[in-house]
């Protein structure tokens, strides 16, 4: 005889049973972070956009990155529908499924991996060229093992879910795999954030444009740092309370995203910077492009500088008048005067 209360319990086809609010509190959770995910998508789309339209002078490096980092995040996203359609569709007729894996669930745990692996590498690269002297190789000593462990943990993590397979299973490995990717990660984040802000504000002077635009960049690097880490907290603190909550392990959908997004912002933003600085496109040398680019929109790789052009007169010895073109620099810590 069918069940009276099927909203209570569902029946699997091999004769166990799964609450219903089991459903809600797992699988309800994992289809709002998948909303989410799409949401993210959306506007990586919409970045993606901004970014071509109006810096398409970008070195052919720098717009190869933002194409590879939406091919994926375009991936991803196929990936997480693939998952959601696994779920809520085929389960109508097998409810079984509830409780099994799906490899495209897996394969987009790569994917992510990948798209915070090229992110970080950016930032590093970031970092690397702001260093002076022995900093540099101080930075890579301190952030490439970090990036690497995150980037194998990562990778560890697909693969032992994949073997675990089944949902209820992947308890077993919440405590060894999944939290200390998720505290490599934000240790990756924290480091980053900081040493950029140190290096940035390094780079202020007394000329208030020059602060102002620092100070933007600063904002900005903390912002990313939030975003990103936040939710890996997040993580860290749902799997913490309940290591079998399927919500935890469904967060990784958004990281990727967001590091994909925090990096594209940064791109997208160097208008809004130089316009904090009080600069023409032309007067500013962001921190966001490619090796060897001078001409506008691209620039010098990473590194944070300016120049502006101020006339000066002088009156010499011999009642003559003189006047100079004085281009002010703020970039590895000199400043050069061209005479007119």
């Not at 959306?42 to 109006?54: A, D, E, H, S, W």
């Not at 809520?88 to 669930?105: A, E, F, I, Q, R």
């Not at 089944?166 to 405590?175: G, N």
Request: proline share 3%; glycine share 6%.
């Amino acid at each position: 005889m069918a069940p009276t209360h099927v909203s209570r319990t569902l029946i699997m086809s091999d004769s166990t049973t799964l609450p219903a609010s089991m459903v809600a509190a797992t699988f309800g959770g994992a289809e709002i972070t998948m909303m989410i995910a799409s949401m993210l998508y959306g506007v990586t789309i919409l970045q993606t956009y901004m970014y071509f339209l109006r810096y398409s002078n970008d070195g052919v490096v720098m717009r190869s990155l933002v194409f590879i980092l939406w091919i994926l995040d375009t991936i991803h996203t196929a990936f997480v529908f693939h998952v959601l359609y696994f779920y809520t569709m085929t389960t109508w007729t097998k409810p079984s499924n509830l409780l099994d894996g799906v490899w495209s669930n897996y394969s987009l745990l790569s994917i992510s991996t990948l798209m915070c692996l090229l992110v970080q590498l950016f930032y590093a690269r970031t970092i690397y060229l702001l260093c002076l002297g022995r900093w540099k190789w101080l930075s890579v000593a301190l952030l490439g093992p970090l990036i690497l462990a995150s980037s194998i943990y990562g990778v560890i993590n697909a693969v032992r879910q994949t073997q675990v397979w089944e949902l209820t299973k992947l308890v077993t490995i919440t405590h060894t795999i999944v939290l200390p990717y998720a505290c490599i990660r934000i240790a990756v984040d924290v480091i980053t954030s900081i040493s950029l802000c140190i290096l940035l504000r390094g780079k202020k002077n007394d000329i208030r444009s020059t602060t102002n635009m620092v100070n933007t960049l600063i904002l900005y690097a903390t912002t990313r740092f939030l975003a990103t880490s936040s939710v890996s907290i997040f993580q860290i603190i749902v799997l913490g309370i309940d290591p079998t909550s399927l919500w935890g392990f469904t967060l990784d959908y958004i990281i990727g995203k967001l590091y994909v997004n925090s990096l594209l912002a940064n791109l997208n933003s160097r208008d809004r910077v130089r316009a904090a600085g009080g600069m023409s496109p032309s007067g500013l040398v962001s921190m966001f492009s490619d090796p060897g680019t001078s001409r506008p929109g691209g620039n010098v790789p990473l590194a944070v500088s300016y120049h502006q052009e101020q006339v000066v007169t002088r009156t010499l010895e011999d009642g003559l008048t003189r006047t100079d073109k004085v281009e002010l620099t703020d970039m590895r810590g000199y400043s050069k005067t061209s005479e007119d």
